[in-house]
């Protein structure tokens, strides 16, 4: 069991940038592989990045690729996602998740933080 806290949404205009942090408890989180997920009102969940254990491997959806940056500090049990060149398409309820490498499927996630682009 892992308890996973997302915050630093909020609302912003087109152009401006967020970070969004995720902390993570206890002390193994380096054992997960970590995904940001967001979900917009009508919309199917989609992911938007994810990063591997160690923080050497990404991947971007395509939406985001170029404007968002996923980064880990094992140290701080902390993942963050830098959104830069926000846009309205953006809003959405953003989500971290955790991917035990034994299972390979995002057993916890974390309560949303909102995220609010306007044009």
């Known amino acids: 069991q892992v308890q996973l806290v997302e915050s630093g949404g909020g609302s912003v205009q087109t152009g401006e940038s967020l970070r969004l942090s995720c902390a993570a408890s206890?002390?193994?989180?380096?054992?997960?592989?970590m995904g940001w997920f967001r979900q917009a009102p009508g919309n199917e969940r989609e992911l938007v990045g994810r990063?591997?254990?160690?923080?050497?491997?990404?991947y971007y959806a395509d939406s985001v690729k170029g404007r968002f940056t996923i980064f880990r500090d094992n140290a701080k049990n902390t993942v963050y996602l830098q959104m830069n060149s926000l846009k309205p398409e953006d809003t959405a309820v953003y989500y971290c998740?955790?991917?035990?490498?034994?299972?390979?499927?995002?057993?916890?996630w974390g309560q949303g933080t909102q995220v609010t682009v306007s044009s």
């Open positions: 206890g002390r193994t989180f380096s054992r997960f592989a």
């Open positions: 990063i591997d254990r160690s923080g050497t491997n990404t």
């Open positions: 998740a955790a991917q035990p490498a034994v299972t390979l499927t995002y057993d916890y």
